[in-house]
């Protein structure tokens, strides 16, 4: 059985059919939930897609960014350039969307990544701020005003199959080379450099995976929203996408996928309280912190878990029949 | 010489824009200096302070001094508060943790102002008549001089309470290391509070004071303002508290330095561009020292 999962072919096919299933499923939910329900459900795909990539630029390379809010609207304006003013079709501006983010990604990548830390993490705000601004000055985007006229094409099934596409990209990247020595440079650059591992190799593939995938989410955004302006892509923005980070826990996938259903739906559960929703909101952030420092499932091995928990649970039947 | 006025005109212009990122920036370094943190609710501890001072400058028995001095006792307590409330509590755990708890913070102090005065822009009551001194060729108004005035005393009296009280001293040390400092006797909590409540003073001061010189004061208004701050701090080296000063005087000029070349539309990156071209060249800032790594 393990020697068959090692096939790439077996493991190819069984993603295939992962992919259909997921097509299928969604699709019948899609039929069955209300629309508000369902919308809710869009965006968190969305943000998972975009906290995923954050989460392997902070969470397992252990570069704090503040920026990804950035990447978020180039992809959402390459796109939505793309299928309005040059007519590609949607899934084609999603991938422009995604492709023209990780190319600024890289290009933002090789001069920045040379700081650390908070230095780091204050270039990338300021270059957020500066992609905000710019988006706002340009003829092509429609400046301040916003861009309009994106056709609402993004569908429930297609943002979930790419969200689980992503997901199992990401979990097969952190069990590859690759991904061991993106860990290695968060838990130690110097002593990682020192083994060998090329730090700024890494650090880079990491921000342009990251990047793709904040463009691929801003581009389902723009396709959702169907009218995007510079504001929707501000400081609070990249803040949001940290906060799903850190959250779930930092460099933990199951985590990203839970911060992201939690804080996605938060606001809308909190709808109720009207005016006080973002005071709990804000609220809701600190005590989470308080009580969960690394956050909902960080620290928390999910599949060490799942086995001991099976395990316990096969003992005791051992036990029973003994 | 016009261009030479137009530049001394600017010069002052920046210099009071620059004296209130830099009384925010003091609050951003000196925190990260003692326990490393970024502690993103200052922008909305300004936001608080100019606030406190419009509703005290609103009663008619007050003047300015007492505005500025009430708000800024206001926004000491807050700061306090939130230090006690939010922080303490994950003080030992990761840095990042701490940075989203003070987001949820921001995020709470701005909501609650939105709910308590209403999302719209205030104006600020005339504290006192704004009067224009032509010094030479260029013009220099009241509110400029209280603004410059103001944040250099606040300046001066931060340096000679750092250098020359054992409350500095103690600061100090614990910028250093701080757990020989606390086997030395220094109380560790008292510090943070100290740095916490001065931090957040100068803020609030900083609040009040673009409160009266932009005319304007709204929920939202600390964000960004917070956020040049911030690249203030790190522009002169976070951590360092002549660098606060320079990086905050730094960042008001080349803002004012964009609107004087015609590209007021890019004003609010400039403040960025300059940053990220600073740390490419210096990675740790203009006054920050190199930190020696080791594995």
């Known amino acids: 059985m393990k020697k068959l999962l090692d096939n790439w072919l077996v493991q190819f096919l069984l993603f295939l059919c992962v992919l259909g299933l997921t097509a299928f499923i969604t699709d019948a939910i899609g039929d069955v939930l209300p629309p508000y329900l369902l919308m809710i459900g869009l965006f968190i795909g969305i943000n998972l897609i975009m906290a995923l990539g954050l989460n392997l630029i902070t969470g397992v390379t252990g570069q704090l960014s503040l920026g990804h809010a950035a990447f978020m609207s180039i992809g959402a304006y390459a796109s939505a350039i793309a299928t309005v003013n040059y007519h590609v079709p949607f899934l084609g501006g999603v991938l422009i969307g995604g492709l023209v983010a990780c190319l600024f990604g890289i290009v933002i990548g090789f001069p920045t990544l040379r700081l650390t830390g908070d230095y780091l993490a204050i270039a990338t705000l300021g270059f957020a701020e500066i992609v905000r601004v710019q988006f706002t000055n340009m003829k092509i985007t429609n400046g301040a005003i916003g861009f309009l006229g994106i056709q609402g094409s993004t569908t429930f099934p297609i943002v979930m199959t790419i969200a689980v596409i992503t997901i199992i990209l990401m979990v097969w990247l952190e069990n590859s080379r690759n991904g061991r020595a993106m860990l290695a440079i968060r838990e130690d650059e110097i002593a990682s450099s020192a083994v060998g591992i090329n730090t700024t190799l890494y650090k880079i593939q990491a921000f342009a995976i990251g990047a793709f995938c904040a463009g691929v989410g801003g581009a389902l955004f723009a396709h959702t929203t169907t009218f995007i302006q510079p504001t929707d892509f501000g400081f609070m923005k990249s803040v949001d996408i940290l906060s799903i980070v850190v959250l779930g826990g930092l460099g933990s996938i199951p985590g990203t996928v839970i911060g992201a259903i939690v804080l996605t739906a938060a606001p809308e559960i909190l709808r109720p309280l009207a005016n006080y929703r973002m005071m709990v909101y804000g609220v809701l952030l600190v005590i989470i912190m308080i009580f969960r420092p690394y956050g909902l499932l960080g620290g928390v091995n999910l599949r060490k878990a799942v086995r001991r928990a099976f395990m316990l649970t096969k003992k005791k039947q051992a036990g029973r029949e003994e | ?295």
């Open chain 2, 1 to 295: 010489m016009p261009i030479l006025n137009n530049l001394m005109q600017q010069l002052v212009n920046g210099l009071a824009l620059g004296g209130i990122y830099a009384l925010i920036a003091l609050g951003y370094t000196m925190v990260y200096g003692i326990i490393g943190m970024i502690n993103f609710a200052y922008g909305e501890i300004f936001m608080f302070g100019a606030y406190a001072g419009l509703v005290l400058a609103l009663t008619n028995y007050v003047n300015v001094y007492t505005a500025l001095l009430g708000a800024t006792l206001i926004t000491m307590i807050l700061g306090v508060v939130i230090e006690r409330v939010a922080y303490k509590p994950i003080r030992r755990s990761s840095r990042l943790s701490a940075l989203i708890s003070a987001i949820g913070v921001s995020i709470f102090l701005s909501s609650f102002m939105v709910r308590v005065k209403g999302p719209n822009t205030r104006g600020f009551p005339t504290l006192f008549e704004n009067r224009i001194f032509e010094i030479g060729n260029f013009q220099i108004t009241i509110y400029q001089i209280v603004i410059i005035g103001v944040a250099g005393l606040m300046m001066l009296g931060l340096h000679l309470f750092v250098t020359y009280t054992k409350m500095g001293r103690a600061m100090r040390a614990c910028a250093q290391d701080k757990d020989a400092a606390s086997l030395m006797g220094v109380n560790i909590d008292r510090v943070i509070s100290v740095t916490f409540a001065i931090g957040s003073g100068l803020a609030g001061t900083a609040g009040v004071l673009a409160g009266i010189y932009f005319n304007a004061v709204q929920p939202y208004m600390g964000l960004l303002a917070g956020l040049k701050a911030f690249a203030a701090a790190v522009l002169g080296g976070i951590g360092s508290i002549p660098g606060a000063m320079i990086g905050g005087i730094v960042i008001g000029l080349t803002e004012i330095l964009g609107i004087t070349v015609n590209l007021s539309e890019y004003k609010d990156a400039f403040a960025f561009a300059i940053l990220i071209l600073v740390l490419l060249f210096k990675p740790s800032g203009i006054m920050g020292r190199k930190a020696n790594k080791k594995v």
